[in-house]
């Protein structure tokens, strides 16, 4: 298991990394900002 403290490793960029076209994703967290849902709507396609 990786740890992912969004300081010195960010979600978003191991997410731009492994997710590819025609991927699903599905997130379960305890807190999930609206600038993390926009960091990542600017680098993944939401349908």
Known sequence: ???I???NHRLVDDLKV???K???????ASS???YAYEA?????EFN
């Open 5 to 7: 403290d969004n300081i």
């Open 40 to 44: 990542l709507e600017k680098g993944v």
């Open 18 to 20: 492994e997710i590819k």
């Open 22 to 28: 025609g991927s699903k994703l599905s997130i379960a």
């Open 32 to 34: 999930f900002s609206i």
């Open 1 to 3: 298991m990786k740890l």
